[in-house]
């Protein structure tokens, strides 16, 4: 079973600035990771597949970078909409996620 | 555009069974990947098991093996998951999920990896006493 592994747990930033987070898995994935964003109360909503492809709708400032066992996800330009908990998941095998990063106002 | 309504929120009692179900809408049922990720209060997200509907051979997370059944009904795009002998460490917000792509890609022959595009709404289970 291939674990995934997220860090930081939280991270704190200021409106405007940028994000990076990171995910591990523990075997090589190739390029089949996925990023989600949720927000309290709701569902996970895609932002990235294949390791760097925007979903539909996904706004520019998002992007995805990595392959194999170390991914990034990079979010530019911080906006209020986008303070949230980040989810990763592989793809390759049995689908399994991280535990996630909150992303909080600083 | 493809949407997934999920039945509403369940209390049971230890011991017990739930079934929940995940109605989709549109033509692409079928060949889809449906999965069933659970959150509990404050926690992140757990894959229960997952199933193609036109193979109808549902696959489970081994922690649950024993407890979950998953299946579709063809005629209605309706998917289920029955889970049993319920505990209080069940208690969780319960989604389904559609895969972006059907499992096969046809042009090469090699199965699609796992890529969750549309969501339920999310069932709640409270599981006590």
Same mark, same amino acid.
């Given at each position: 079973?291939?674990?995934?592994?997220?860090?930081?747990?939280?991270?704190?930033?200021?409106? @405007?600035?940028?994000? &990076? $987070?990171?995910?591990?898995?523990? +075997? *090589?994935?190739?390029?089949?990771?996925?990023?989600? /964003? !949720?927000?309290?109360?709701?569902p996970?909503?895609?932002?990235?597949?294949?390791a760097?492809?925007?979903?539909?709708?996904?706004?520019?400032?998002?992007?995805?970078?990595?392959? @194999?066992?170390?991914? &990034? $996800?990079?979010?530019?330009?911080? +906006? *209020?909409?986008?303070?949230?908990?980040?989810?990763? /998941? !592989?793809?390759?095998?049995?689908?399994?996620?991280?535990?996630?990063?909150?992303?909080?106002?600083? | 555009?493809?949407?997934?309504?999920?039945?509403?929120?369940?209390?049971?009692?230890?011991?017990?069974?739930?079934?929940?179900?995940?109605?989709?809408?549109?033509?692409?049922?079928?060949?889809?990947?449906?999965?069933?990720?659970?959150?509990?209060?404050?926690?992140?997200?757990?894959?229960?098991?997952?199933?193609?509907?036109?193979?109808?051979?549902p696959?489970?997370?081994?922690?649950?093996?024993?407890?979950?059944t998953?299946?579709?009904?063809?005629?209605?795009?309706?998917?289920?998951?029955?889970?049993?002998?319920?505990?209080?460490?069940?208690?969780a917000?319960?989604?389904?999920?559609?895969?972006?792509?059907?499992?096969?890609?046809?042009?090469?022959?090699?199965?699609?990896?796992?890529?969750?595009?549309?969501?339920?709404?999310?069932?709640?289970?409270?599981?006590?006493?």
């Open positions: 079973e291939i674990v995934v592994t997220q860090s930081p747990a939280t991270l704190s930033v200021s409106p @405007g600035e940028r994000a &990076t $987070l990171s995910c591990r898995a523990s +075997q *090589s994935v190739g390029s089949n990771l996925a990023w989600y /964003q !949720q927000k309290p109360g709701q996970p909503r895609l932002l990235i597949y294949g760097s492809t925007r979903a539909t709708g996904v706004p520019a400032r998002f992007s995805g970078s990595g392959s @194999g066992t170390e991914f &990034t $996800l990079t979010i530019s330009s911080l +906006q *209020s909409e986008d303070f949230a908990v980040y989810y990763c /998941q !592989q793809g390759s095998s049995w689908p399994a996620f991280g535990q996630g990063t909150k992303v909080e106002i600083k | 555009q493809v949407h997934l309504v999920q039945s509403g929120a369940e209390v049971k009692q230890p011991g017990s069974s739930v079934k929940v179900s995940c109605q989709a809408s549109g033509d692409t049922f079928l060949t889809y990947p449906f999965t069933w990720v659970r959150q509990a209060p404050g926690q992140g997200l757990e894959c229960v098991g997952r199933i193609i509907p036109i193979l109808r051979k696959k489970y997370a081994q922690k649950f093996q024993d407890r979950v998953i299946t579709a009904d063809t005629s209605t795009s309706v998917v289920y998951m029955e889970l049993r002998s319920l505990k209080s460490e069940d208690t917000v319960y989604f389904c999920a559609r895969d972006r792509a059907p499992y096969l890609d046809v042009l090469t022959e090699t199965f699609n990896p796992s890529v969750m595009d549309v969501w339920g709404q999310g069932t709640s289970v409270i599981v006590s006493s």
